[in-house]
């Protein structure tokens, strides 16, 4: 089974902190991607990789960076956390197909 | 603006009652996909449907992909409590996904 994992399942942070959320998937997959889930809006792209050290902006890019340097490693950085960025934030990965494998998620939560 | 709308937003039944979800869209896609959500945990594909008119069936449930490639339909057929969920439509294009905003159902027992 393809395992997705996602490195805290709850996180709460300060206005203007640094974070890192990291996503590591284990089927040799070349797609990444991450999502933040809010209610009665579904799932936006924030970002998605293609291949390692390859990243491209999805829908709501703005105050989010990514970084990929392995192909089994995605992270997502806030630079400096606001309170509109809290969310649940899904990871993602699929080959060559459209069939995506989510992370169990991180609840974000910035005061 | 959501790319994929999805209809109703809630559904609560009771066991044994069948139900239908849509997903509705302006655009093509290559595919179209339907996942199911629990609480705490992230979604899990169900089914992808490629073909337009394509019909499958995974036990209780029915999923139909429009002729033109931009709709689709899930339906439950005598609905269980385990069918609880977040049931959310996802248009492929790209090797990205465009999502509806999903559909929240509850079976009461």
């Known amino acids: 089974d393809v395992k997705v994992t996602q490195s805290s399942r709850y996180l709460v942070k300060r206005t203007g902190e640094k974070v890192f959320l990291e996503c590591v998937q284990d089927m040799d997959h070349e797609n990444m991607f991450w999502y933040r889930q809010d209610p009665g809006l579904g799932l936006r792209l924030i970002y998605f990789s293609y291949d390692v050290k390859m990243k491209e902006k999805g829908d709501i890019p703005e105050g989010y960076s990514v970084s990929r340097e392995k192909k089994e490693r995605f992270s997502l950085i806030l630079e400096s956390a606001s309170t509109n960025q809290t969310s649940m934030y899904l990871c993602a990965s699929s080959s060559r197909t459209y069939e995506q494998f989510f992370g169990p998620g991180t609840r974000l939560t910035v005061l | 603006t959501q790319l994929l709308e999805q209809s109703p937003q809630f559904l609560s039944i009771q066991e044994g009652e069948n139900l239908t979800v849509y997903c509705n869209s302006s655009?093509?896609?290559?595919?179209l996909q339907w996942y199911r959500q629990e609480p705490g945990e992230g979604p899990v594909l169900l089914v992808t449907v490629v073909t337009g008119g394509e019909v499958k069936k995974l036990k209780r449930l029915t999923f139909q992909f429009g002729d033109a490639r931009k709709d689709s339909s899930l339906h439950i057929t005598a609905a269980q409590p385990g069918d609880t969920g977040l049931y959310l439509c996802a248009g492929a294009r790209d090797y990205k996904l465009s999502f509806g905003a999903g559909t929240t159902v509850t079976v009461r027992a």
């Open positions: 655009s093509v896609f290559s595919s």
